[in-house]
């Protein structure tokens, strides 16, 4: 289904049994898990809760309870979340060469000349568009060993600069995403390398495991500032899809935690890498990728092929799976960029915003009343969006915020 209009294309997941707790697509979500992941990370000194906002006055212009945003422009300094994947799963492969589990081994055990003589330092490669690669070079240089980072064609110069001052190696390749992952995982075996990468394929699944365990943690701090402030847990999630582990992850830590009463998930994909948008209407199970160049401005989802563990977790829970254009991303900076009076003022970059963008547009939108009322985006909806980056390539952020580009047309 599309709008003429906006070009937004959706499609509803009504697979049977999709709000039915299946136990062995997110056990490794439960809360207890993610629990451990987040009491290691806290030993790190950057470590810091991100802030809850509630946008109150925008929820009430769009006619809905409650808008929150979890904004991961503040995550360590890094202006993105993309750390606590990339850090956890360093800290698991260096706990599994000593043969021990995360709760028996302190940083400061992982930054001895004991453990350093034990095995050396070692090599982490990844391909990124910035923000992960940004995320794994920090923890790699955090905890004493090298990073290799590879870019996709079209990578902001900005962002492959922030990469290197973590001192890691990182180049810009002629490869779109996921060709750079194959690329990234040829050059890790040829130099004895680990490839730390944030997707899953066949026989690579416990490293992708650490990092959406890492992500989860948003989610964990999410619930525990509700549960503290006394007030109800989001009825709907808007979460961005690249190769879906964010997503997957999010999706994962909720139905652990309230099950059959969790919220509804609205998968959101930039339509130029919308590989989870076009798995669902090709309706045959399984997923499928989407090639090409994937001109976005929403780099951090420029990704075309999903992580096979995300596309299970959401294919069952997914309530639906929008396609977006650049603008609907352009316009949710904006909105969170010049806020309702009352409002706290956001910084969001392309990938985080683009949910705030999507709900204003169905909210305002009458040729979405279908997707509207499908979603039950009413007076009753508290809805969650999560600011996954700030301006991370601060000049393209000026472009769209101060001069208007990808202007949305209603």
């Given amino acids: 289904m599309a709008d003429s209009k906006s070009q937004i294309q959706w499609i509803r997941n009504d697979k049977t049994g999709k709000n039915s707790y299946k136990e062995e697509l997110t056990t490794f979500l439960n809360p207890s898990h993610i629990n451990h992941a987040l009491q290691w990370l806290k030993q790190m000194e950057e470590y810091q809760e991100t802030p809850l906002v509630y946008l109150?006055?925008?929820?009430?212009?769009?006619?809905?309870?409650?808008?929150?945003?979890?904004?991961?422009?503040?995550?360590?300094?890094?202006?993105?979340?993309?750390?606590?994947?990339?850090?956890?799963?360093?800290?698991?492969?260096l706990c599994e060469r000593l043969g021990k589990e995360p709760e028996e081994v302190?940083?400061?055990?992982?930054?001895?000349?004991?453990?350093?003589?034990?095995?050396?330092?070692?090599?982490?490669?990844?391909a990124t568009d910035g923000n992960h690669g940004h995320g794994l070079a920090w923890a790699a240089n955090k905890l004493g060993h090298k990073a290799?980072?590879?870019?996709?064609?079209?990578?902001?110069?900005?962002?492959?600069?922030?990469?290197?001052?973590?001192?890691?190696?990182?180049?810009?390749t002629d490869l779109n995403y996921d060709d750079a992952v194959r690329y990234s995982q040829e050059y890790a075996e040829q130099n004895s390398g680990i490839v730390v990468q944030d997707t899953a394929w066949e026989n690579y699944e416990k490293i992708p495991g650490w990092i959406m365990q890492g992500y989860a943690i948003m989610a964990n701090e999410i619930i525990m500032e509700i549960e503290k402030d006394e007030r109800k847990p989001?009825?709907?999630?808007?979460?961005?899809?690249?190769?879906?582990?964010?997503?997957?992850?999010?999706?994962?830590?909720?139905?652990?935690?309230?099950?059959?009463?969790?919220?509804?998930?609205?998968?959101?994909?930039?339509?130029?890498?919308?590989c989870y948008y076009r798995s669902a209407k090709i309706n045959?199970?399984?997923?499928?990728?989407?090639?090409?160049?994937?001109?976005?401005?929403?780099?951090?989802?420029?990704?075309?092929?999903?992580?096979?563990?995300?596309?299970?977790?959401i294919n069952h829970y997914a309530a639906a799976y929008i396609s977006c254009p650049d603008e609907i991303a352009a316009r949710g900076m904006r909105i969170l960029a010049a806020p309702l009076d009352g409002d706290e003022i956001i910084i969001s970059g392309e990938s985080g915003a683009v949910g705030v963008g999507l709900l204003s547009v169905i909210m305002e939108n009458a040729s979405l009343k279908e997707l509207k009322d499908h979603l039950e985006l009413d007076e009753n909806a508290r809805v969650l969006c999560i600011n996954t980056e700030g301006d991370t390539d601060p000049e393209h952020y000026r472009k769209v915020v101060w001069d208007g580009k990808n202007p949305y047309e209603a």
């Fill in 56 to 93: 109150k006055k925008l929820a009430g212009l769009m006619g809905v309870q409650d808008i929150l945003i979890k904004d991961e422009s503040h995550r360590f300094d890094l202006n993105a979340f993309k750390v606590l994947g990339g850090a956890y799963a360093v800290v698991r492969v």
């Fill in 284 to 313: 045959d199970g399984l997923p499928h990728a989407v090639g090409g160049d994937m001109n976005t401005i929403m780099a951090g989802l420029a990704c075309g092929e999903p992580n096979l563990v995300g596309w299970k977790i």
């Fill in 234 to 274: 989001p009825t709907h999630i808007m979460l961005q899809a690249g190769v879906g582990s964010f997503a997957a992850a999010i999706v994962g830590y909720f139905v652990e935690k309230y099950r059959e009463n969790a919220p509804k998930f609205i998968i959101v994909e930039p339509d130029q890498a919308d």
């Fill in 106 to 126: 302190s940083l400061k055990e992982l930054l001895s000349e004991d453990t350093r003589k034990k095995f050396g330092e070692i090599l982490f490669v990844t």
């Fill in 148 to 172: 290799h980072i590879f870019m996709p064609k079209g990578s902001s110069l900005f962002r492959l600069k922030r990469i290197q001052k973590e001192g890691a190696t990182a180049e810009i």
